[in-house]
């Protein structure tokens, strides 16, 4: 394995487990597939982060169990099953410069969605189901093409009204959780994630803990802005070189 793709193993792990230290929120996850895709297929970007994703979920959902809404999850997970469908027949038959170009719109809505994540609470909305059932399709299929599902799905959340900082993360954390498991399904069948795929990144699963005590810690001792900046830099960078180069 070339260093190259090393350091970038290590880097991405470690961006999985700043995300689950609350360091950035969804933003390091967003930067995760742009930067494995600067040494693998886009495919093989995609697929190759879930494992990693899948092994912090069980860390995030030892501290937040039972502190989900059950509603939300009923209403947004069926639609997400359909959304991950469409999005894992995509990742498995596009051509890898068209994926390339998908996930570098998807990278930059995620820095378009941060941007504007903190007038969302203040937006007057009146609660509709199919709004609930769109943010399930669009999470589901944001996630399994190019994981990046949590801009509609956190839009969504934060529009619900008395939603509290607990309830919605550990909401967040089951909905994920399932979703992730369900691509682990679909990858496989679709063959886009084979056994040898999920060794070569194995390796890194211990770096996934040690990030997010690494996100505690920083947020501890540093502005946590400081941080999200640099990785909304970091997303815009790489958004438009996948998209345009």
């Known amino acids: 394995m070339a260093p ?28 995760t597939t742009p930067l494995l895709s600067l040494v693998l297929s886009k495919s093989e970007a995609v697929a190759l982060v879930l494992p990693l994703l899948m092994f912090a979920d069980v860390f995030a959902l ?30 498995a038959t596009l051509p890898d410069d068209v994926l390339g170009r998908i996930i570098g719109a998807f990278t930059l809505i995620a820095v378009i969605y941060k941007l504007s994540n903190n007038r969302i609470p203040t937006l007057k909305y009146s609660p509709r189901a199919w709004h609930g059932y769109f943010a399930g399709w669009a999470s589901g299929f944001g996630s399994s093409l190019a994981n990046a599902g949590a801009p509609p799905f956190t839009a969504y959340m934060l529009l619900q ?28 069948s679709a063959d886009v994630m084979d056994i040898n795929l999920l060794l070569s990144i194995a390796w890194t699963a211990p770096l ?19 941080f999200e900046n640099l990785m909304m830099v970091l997303l815009f960078l790489a958004g438009i070189y996948l998209l345009f180069f």
């Open 208 to 226: 996934v803990p040690f990030g997010v005590w690494l996100g505690r810690r920083i947020i501890e001792r540093m502005e946590p802005k400081i």
């Open 4 to 31: 190259e793709t090393i350091f970038i193993f290590v880097v991405v792990a470690l961006l999985v487990g700043l995300s689950k230290g609350g360091l950035g929120g969804p933003v390091p996850v967003s930067l």
């Open 161 to 188: 009204p008395n939603m509290n900082p607990v309830m919605f993360i550990g909401t967040a954390t089951l909905f994920f959780a399932i979703v992730n498991a369900l691509k682990l399904i679909g990858y496989i």
């Open 62 to 91: 030892y501290f937040y169990w039972g502190k989900w809404d059950m509603r939300y999850l009923r209403l947004m997970l069926p639609s997400a099953l359909l959304g991950i469908l469409l999005g894992t027949l995509l990742l």
